[in-house]
């Protein structure tokens, strides 16, 4: 009854390839987001995403894109992977209430490109 | 732009002794919020301040939001080795349902 679950754990692949990662939540939240945390456990925020509205931050790569299939998953997907694209992605969800955002993060994604 | 910077980056204490990370933002929170991350985890929310000049305490740790909303602190009295993990703090962004992280603070507790 994990409450917010990702796909795979551990992704090593090629420069060049396709990936996928994928996230589901079963909290009921209406916002799930994507992090991508570096060598050096900075945490950047890459997408946010309800059923109204995707938010894209200004400094992802447009390689990469989110998919919604319903509100309850949000998968990334990876276009033409480089050595940079290596780090820690973590998928997360939250349920806005006011000012509340309390996020409930996944266990995250390893990727490695060699 | 929008920063939310933390220091200091890293902290080596005895057990026992205290600890305190700092959070400052470059423009004014609406609210802003705390996790921890265990060596190997994900982010753990902990808490989450909204009002000016606002304290809360778990336990041993007590949080600060400062009055002008630019500033936060986290304090653990008498650290345990359950303390060890990275600590962040994260500011809402000015449009949005997202979150800037800061750039976190790596607690150390030797036993």
């Known amino acids: 009854d994990t409450a917010v679950s990702q796909t795979p754990k551990y992704l090593v692949t090629q420069m060049g390839n396709d990936k996928s990662i994928k996230c589901e939540q079963n909290?009921?939240?209406?916002?799930m987001y994507w992090y991508k945390q570096d060598s050096k456990k900075f945490l950047k925020i890459m997408f946010s995403?309800?059923?109204?509205?995707?938010?894209i931050n200004e400094t992802v790569p447009n390689r990469f894109s989110p998919k919604s299939p319903d509100k309850a998953h949000l998968n990334l997907h990876i276009n033409s992977l480089e050595l940079g694209d290596s780090a820690v992605y973590f998928c997360?969800?939250?349920?806005?209430?006011?000012?509340?955002?309390?996020?409930?993060f996944g266990p995250g994604t390893r990727l490695t490109v060699t | 732009g929008q920063q939310v910077m933390q220091i200091p980056q890293y902290q080596h204490v005895q057990e026992g002794e205290d600890f305190t990370t700092y959070c400052n933002s470059s423009?004014?929170?609406?609210?802003i919020q705390w996790y921890k991350q265990r060596p190997g985890g994900h982010p753990v929310f902990l808490i989450q301040?909204?009002?000016?000049?606002e304290v809360k305490k778990q336990k041993r740790l007590t949080f600060q939001f400062g009055e002008a909303k630019k500033n936060s602190s986290l304090h653990i009295t008498a650290t345990q080795t359950t303390d060890v993990g990275t600590y962040f703090c994260a500011g809402p962004k000015n449009t949005g349902n997202q979150f800037y992280f800061g750039t976190g603070t790596s607690l150390t507790v030797i036993p």
């Open positions: 995403y309800n059923n109204k509205e995707l938010i």
């Open positions: 997360a969800s939250s349920q806005v209430i006011k000012l509340a955002h309390e996020q409930y």
């Open positions: 423009t004014t929170l609406s609210n």
């Open positions: 301040l909204v009002k000016s000049g």
């Open positions: 909290l009921g939240h209406d916002t």
